[in-house]
């Protein structure tokens, strides 16, 4: 399974991860957008992120949240409905979701954060 594995001791607070992520999938520079959050009022900062529990997987109750081939749980944007099931079973509270926008967002385990992080606080695992 793939996972993005965070370094909290690494991590410098910079928060160009979640531009990264955010300006990626929303084309827009909002933390909340971001699939990754740094919460850096303790040190280390915490970095939530999803682990791929599947969790949210049995709670949809329109199949919307699938687990592709690598492990990654996946959203469809079609077949969700705004419900937010899987937001409030999230145990790590990494499903996301934002005002102004319908469908909640989670990580996929991309990368794009990975290659910006300047304290080589992220990674792209197997587990």
């Given at each position: 399974m793939k ?8 991590c410098i607070?910079c928060h160009?991860c979640?531009?990264?992520?955010s300006?990626?999938?929303f ?25 791929q ?6 709670a949809?109750?329109?199949c919307?949240?699938t ?11 079609s077949?969700c409905i ?10 790590t509270d990494?499903?996301?979701t934002?005002?102004?926008?319908h469908?909640?967002?989670?990580c996929i ?8 992080c ?5 990674a792209?695992v197997?587990?």
């Open positions: 996972v993005l594995k965070t370094y909290p001791e690494k607070s160009v979640e531009t990264t992520c300006s990626l999938y084309k827009e520079d909002k933390a909340e957008l971001s699939c990754i959050q740094i919460h850096d009022e303790t040190n280390p900062p915490v970095m939530n992120v999803c682990n529990c599947q969790a949210c997987v049995a949809c109750p329109t919307a949240i687990v592709n081939k690598q492990g990654v749980v996946m959203i469809s944007r077949l705004g419900c937010l099931m899987c937001v409030a079973v999230c145990p990494s499903m996301r934002a005002f102004g926008k469908n909640p967002f989670k385990a991309c990368g794009a954060c990975v290659k910006t300047p304290a080589d606080a992220l792209i197997e587990e």
